[in-house]
């Protein structure tokens, strides 16, 4: 019995060793050298971690100054690919399926549901006649009903045969072991950098893959990893496809530590005060737009696009610039309308 449990400890204490050593591993050549061995158990940790050591090595690549430690880089990675990771539900059963409904049922149903839509629009257009015009656009545009309560029904049939197919879910466990399977095949073909394989690697670890950032040299998009203040500032684009879900996260360079930092004063009451007086109605920034930093000094400068309270996340109608040096206190310093030729006001 004691050899039994000796025996068990060491299988178990070897099976934590060797994970540990995969999430130290940041050497893509080195990884496909261990992908052979790797259990059936331990390949989404391992393709993972592959997808670490890869954006580790383009960073390192890409990036203009050398003079960051791996430490640092290894860190900022971590950061990025947790950021991206949206994982899979494992809630997500077909045990649970949902019934279909029978024709007579789907009618009364959307009955029902016209109705409350009805009385929730007049209720708007009553009290909130702006916000009634602006929704009312909306629904016109992104109904997916024809008005024929047959065919929808027959549209509603059709899409419920698709999502009775595990392997139409993203989320499904079937969907993350035929991306094991894909990926054990690429490896097996030393297919490590192609298109296909690196699509893979993020869907092992966010199934709604939609813009993974990469990192560049130079900034002028979104979804990117890139410096901002050589050696002292860097940051990446997060992006779903959507103004809502796409915002620029940045972080400080303390030793080999990266720290988050918000760029925008969004707790600065002084410098809400300051603005307020030249923007009446309200204003907001949004993660989506990013921010232009340069440091003169020991000050960092900063330009971005400033929101009225009513502007659409997609349109700015004005810009701001301000400095700060720690980036917990900021001071406004100019204002503009957001047009070809802006008309620059100090702040004061």
């Not at 009634?132 to 629904?139: C, D, E, G, T, V």
């Not at 045969?161 to 990926?183: A, D, W």
């Not at 009225?308 to 700060?324: Q, R, V």
């Amino acid at each position: 019995m004691k050899k039994l449990i000796i025996f068990f400890t060491v299988l178990i204490g070897g099976f934590m060793i060797a994970q540990k050593k995969i999430a130290n591993i940041y050497s893509t050549s080195e990884l496909q050298n261990m992908q052979n061995s790797i259990p059936a158990n331990e390949q989404q940790e391992f393709y993972s971690q592959y997808l670490k050591a890869s954006l580790f090595e383009k960073i390192k690549k890409n990036f203009n100054s050398k003079k960051y430690s791996d430490n640092l880089l290894k860190k900022f990675t971590d950061s990025i690919v947790s950021r991206n990771d949206f994982g899979f539900d494992e809630e997500t059963s077909n045990d649970k399926e949902e019934k279909l409904m029978t024709f007579e049922e789907y009618a009364s149903l959307e009955k029902e549901r016209e109705k409350k839509r009805k009385e929730s629009l007049e209720k708007m257009k009553k009290d909130d006649p702006k916000q009634y015009k602006l929704m009312s656009s909306i629904l016109s545009d992104v109904s997916y009903k024809t008005g024929d309560v047959k065919k929808d029904y027959d549209q509603y049939k059709a899409n419920y045969e698709h999502q009775k197919n595990p392997l139409n879910n993203p989320y499904s466990q079937e969907s993350r072991k035929l991306i094991i399977t894909k990926l054990n095949d690429a490896f097996a073909k030393k297919n490590y950098n192609s298109e296909e394989t690196e699509e893979l690697l993020v869907k092992n670890i966010s199934p709604h893959y939609n813009n993974f950032p990469y990192p560049v040299s130079k900034h002028d998009s979104e979804a990117q990893i890139y410096e901002v203040v050589d050696n002292e500032i860097i940051a990446f684009g997060v992006t779903s496809g959507v103004a809502a879900g796409t915002f620029e996260n940045y972080y400080k360079i303390d030793g080999d530590s990266v720290i988050p930092i918000s760029v925008y004063p969004y707790e600065d009451q002084n410098f809400d005060k300051k603005v307020s007086k030249y923007v009446k109605k309200g204003f907001r920034f949004e993660g989506r737009a990013g921010a232009d930093i340069k440091k003169i000094g020991d000050e960092y400068f900063l330009s971005t696009n400033l929101y009225k309270e009513d502007d659409a996340n997609c349109c700015p109608s004005m810009l701001i610039e301000y400095k700060t040096k720690d980036f917990k206190t900021f001071i406004p310093l100019k204002i503009a309308d957001n047009s070809e030729n802006p008309k620059w006001k100090t702040i004061k």
